[in-house]
């Protein structure tokens, strides 16, 4: 079995930071890719950024410039700094990770939100 453990979520004004982290661990537990997702209310769930175990990384439009995915391939962990953040980056952020073996498995979700 693998888990996922996701921290970093928050409530912050226009304009600020936050920093999720999700670390993955069990048994077998290499992956091909690790990402994060979000869902806002009313809305369905869209990519933010997913990183590569080679380091390939596909960020959203919205949140280029403003994003930041990075990994830590020795401890299973990405990362997402989130700068100058909008009211409509509200949402739950839910981690993801390809893994080799067990296929795609999601993270309970942390909540992001915005204030204006």
């Known amino acids: 079995q693998v888990q996922l453990v996701e921290s970093g979520g928050g409530l912050v004004q226009a304009g600020g930071s936050l920093r999720l982290s999700c670390a993955a661990s069990?048994?077998?537990?290499?992956?091909?890719?690790m990402g994060w997702y979000r869902q806002a209310p009313g809305k369905q769930r869209e990519l933010v950024a997913v990183?590569?175990?080679?380091?390939?990384?596909n960020l959203a439009d919205a949140v280029k410039g403003r994003f930041t995915i990075s990994g830590d391939n020795a401890k299973n962990t990405i990362y997402l700094q989130m700068n100058s953040l909008k009211p409509e980056d509200t949402g739950v952020y839910y981690c993801?990770?390809?893994?080799?073996?067990?296929?795609?498995?999601w993270g309970q979700g942390t909540q992001v939100t915005v204030s204006s």
């Open positions: 993801k990770v390809e893994f080799s073996f067990w296929g795609d498995r």
């Open positions: 069990g048994s077998r537990a290499r992956f091909n890719a």
């Open positions: 990183i590569t175990k080679g380091g390939t990384i």
